[in-house]
């Protein structure tokens, strides 16, 4: 599939899915032919009990000695782009979906390492896989910078809860890990990413469209454009942009923190001597705030300057189309999350997964992987830093010309190339030389 302006264009009007951003995660359809292929359906079951759902991939009549384990936070990667690709070439491919598959309301980050960890343990245990490498494309380069950040500290040292104080102390379970780690169009983790998205502009959470012009990216006295005119913010308007972004991000933390103690407090209270004494009505008040776990409602999370301004960390990449109707649609980055839910997935201030401090603690082979016309991961300092930050002694970057954000070729830049297969042929060189050779 070739992604041409007009057809660029068409899609990216569409905006925000819930889990696919402005280029769709590949559907089922576009694993590929599974001739040559055995594809077995599996269900890790975690630590903790939780169980997630993965596909297994690898060329028939073969037993990998090294696989590559492929998830998102919350996205389906049973089936992605590269997985049949990957699953040929001699290396096994396992495509998961964390337990909060395509629901991330309630996300601790910290449970799905867990997992990850689950997937690691099957495909050794039932394949006989001795060497894993974690595939973060997206969201997951972050989550698996997390999870061999959290992995390679010896129990007692690991984290022992989420921001909230909720979630698993991981010192309490097996975290194999991992022997390298694939970057692959990924955002500096998804706190990160929303903090870089959120519009700053909001004055009132409750009214969608109580806006402050002074810094509504979408105002042309600002420097908006039009699309598919590129727009020109100024320097002065950038730093007040992204300074009112992180100030939204700590309202939006200290609400979660405040929605949080409230509950927290009644369920105290519920234990007390003194509650069976308190008037019916006053019980009934403070069992249900003490179980019932208030949902944010975060509206406008698509106002990232680099949608529109192409001079802003440049790449190959094109206008987007509509991204002001992205930002009031309904469905987005974050919109609904429990307090618990937004400190340790969406929070840029409170979040765990981030990649880029992760990557530094790192130094297991790494390779670092973009599109240049991806959108959704804009620009390639963006990306770069990740290859900077890594500790890793043996880390390269490859860059994909005219690739988008799955690596679809974006005309006329592509130049009619084949560039999911370049992805896939500069990913498969790498792990062979390294873990098959």
Known sequence: MKMNRRRFLATASTGIGAATWFEPFAPAQTVGSVEGLELDNIYPKAEDGATSTAIFYRAKGTNPKAAIILMHPRADFTRWQLSGYL????????????????????????????????????????????????????????????????????PGGRLTAGPSGDGPDLNKFNLPQLDGIIISNAHKGEGKVCMSWIDPSVVDESDPFATDPALDMYDERNGYRPPPASSKYSTEFLMRFRAAQAERTHRLDTK?????????????????????????????????????EQTMVIYRTAAEPKYTDLSIDPSDRLV???????????????????????????????????????????TIPTLVIGGTCDISVSGMQYLKDAYDASAAKDKSMVWIKGGDHNFVPVEPIAGKRNTVDEAGNAVVKWVHERFLA
């Open 256 to 292: 979660a923190k405040s929605m949080i103690e409230q509950q927290r407090r009644a369920q105290a209270q519920m234990r007390s001597a003194g509650f069976a004494s308190l008037d019916p009505a006053e019980q009934r008040r403070i069992r249900r705030l003490a179980s019932v």
């Open 87 to 154: 699953g040929k070439s001699g290396i096994g491919m396992l495509g998961c979906a964390s337990r909060y598959i395509n629901n991330d309301t309630d996300c601790l980050t910290e449970n799905v390492l867990l997992d990850i960890a689950a997937g690691i343990q099957q495909i050794k245990e039932r394949y006989g896989i001795q060497r894993v490498i974690g595939y973060g494309h997206s969201g997951g380069g972050s989550l698996y910078s997390f999870y061999q950040g959290q992995a390679m500290i010896p």
């Open 320 to 362: 987007h189309a509509n991204p002001e109707r992205a930002n009031y649609g309904r469905t987005g980055l974050a919109r609904t999350m429990t307090a618990r839910g937004w400190l340790s997935t969406w929070s840029g201030l409170s979040s765990n997964m981030v990649r880029d401090e992760n990557l530094a603690k790192i």
